[in-house]
């Protein structure tokens, strides 16, 4: 029988990876509840088991006294006659431990044991799927998908379901039973019932975590992640940076052919992502995030987390995006609320032009003297409160046509230089 008890305590603390101390503990709850039930008390019940071989031994502790007369509670007392055919060595006032044969316990007894040592067994499988889970709380995890509960949807994650909330779910989204899919663990909750865990398809961090295990530049800390915005099921802005000039940060998230970002993407069901470079300076990060956007100037301003941006005429709609998708997300990368208005529109828009940044409240030129004749020709502008590092160098800095830089304005934008040539041709004609 100690045999039989070992193998099956091993396999136990295998499969369901209870420590095989807390079995122990738990058969020598079981014997004192049986003693208590056959005996009506077990206070003075001691048990014993050997961790080495599962021997086990069961003796009550009682009081000698000196005849039957004295003896008012047999569980906790024995008459000194009784007490010297146990050991001779027994003395009136001592104490003597007398072994308790377990199987002299009746069938309820036996049975209470039994369903003490499987209770404990059902709570310690509980406390270990719960502390499992509640580790990997605010990460990934695959699981396969069992079956709809009204419009929530059963995951098994292995040891334990979890639950998909119809508010988690992705839009447009349909799951068949056996389909495995990853999901982003919310929460993990310990209840009478065993842990309860709820898991989103559309929080932002699922997308990060599914980054952080498809790239390993990121994965070591070479490549960060700095923000995401994401509108579940349909697009995500990524902004990351390196601190490795070596490494391109947006490049290594894109991988071989795109095959890293594919990868992602084919796991949320063909959501798109874009992924562009973070930046220091609010103006160029702007810019980046607006992205695929071509952006004639962007004016932010990082105390009120405010921006305005000018874009082509063109290039308006596809700033702007589908419904507002691009600006609202690029707002919820950055952190700025931003207005973007066309060319035509920003002429005569406050604040869209390089003009309003150019004299202080007395009407007085902003530091003119500072700069030599002919730099920021017709600009002027306070170089200290709106200097060209806020601006995307390669666009915006050096530019001499009213503050753009056109030197990589692409065929059809608009062309301040271009425009004014055309302009006398045609007054010399």
């Known amino acids: ?79 000194i006659d009784d007490a010297i055919q146990l050991s001779k060595n027994a003395v009136i006032g001592d104490t003597i431990n007398i072994e308790i044969k377990s199987k002299e316990f009746g069938r309820i007894a036996t049975q209470n044991a039994k369903n003490v040592i499987l209770q404990k067994i059902r709570e310690e499988e509980r406390s270990v799927v719960y502390n499992q889970f509640f580790e990997k709380e605010k990460d990934v995890v695959t699981g396969i998908v069992q079956r709809y509960i009204g419009r929530n949807i059963s995951i ?39 842990p309860r865990i709820l898991v989103s398809r559309t929080h932002p961090e699922l997308v990060k975590r599914l980054f952080e295990a498809e790239v390993t530049e990121i994965k070591d800390g070479t490549v960060e992640i700095m923000s995401i915005a994401r509108e579940a099921g349909s697009r995500t802005k990524l902004a990351v940076r390196t601190n490795n000039p070596n490494v391109d940060a947006v490049g290594a998230c894109v991988g071989m052919n795109g095959a890293r970002v594919n990868a992602i993407v084919e796991e949320l069901r063909g959501e798109k ?24 100037a962007v004016f932010a301003d990082p105390d009120e987390k405010t921006a305005k941006v000018v874009v ?39 604040g869209f ?40 160098d390669a666009e915006y800095a050096g530019s001499e046509n009213d503050g753009y830089a056109e030197a990589e304005t692409e065929e059809g934008a608009y062309d301040a230089s271009a425009e004014e040539t055309s302009y006398e041709e045609e007054t010399e004609a």
Not at 163 to 178: D, R, S, Y
């Open 1 to 79: 029988m100690n045999k039989e008890l070992m193998e099956a305590l091993n396999i136990l603390e295998k499969e369901k990876e209870i420590s095989k101390e807390t079995l122990f503990e738990a058969i020598e709850n079981s014997l004192l509840t049986a003693c208590k039930n056959h005996f009506g008390k077990a206070d003075n019940i001691t048990v014993q088991i050997d961790r080495e071989t599962c021997d086990f031994m069961v003796y009550a502790t009682k009081d000698i006294v000196a005849d039957y007369d004295e003896v008012e509670d047999e569980v906790t007392q024995i008459c």
């Open 156 to 194: 098994n994650l292995g040891k334990a379901d979890a639950v998909l909330n119809e508010a988690e779910q992705v839009k447009g989204e349909e799951f068949k039973p056996t389909e495995r899919i990853k999901v982003y663990i919310l929460e993990v909750k310990n209840t009478p019932k065993g």
């Open 273 to 296: 992502i874009d992924i562009v470079n973070w930046d220091e300076n609010p103006g160029n990060f702007i810019q980046n995030a607006l992205s695929p956007a071509k952006i004639v």
């Open 312 to 350: 082509p005429d063109y290039q308006l709609s596809l700033a702007i995006g589908k419904e507002g998708q691009n600006a609202r997300l690029a707002a919820r990368l950055t952190g700025y609320k931003i207005d973007i208005k066309s060319e035509t529109q920003a002429k005569d828009a406050e």
């Open 353 to 392: 032009r390089y003009e309003d940044y150019m004299f202080d409240e007395d009407g007085d030129v902003y530091y003119e003297e500072e700069y030599e004749e002919g730099e920021y020709e017709e600009s002027g502008y306070d170089d200290a409160e709106y200097d060209d590092s806020e601006y995307d």
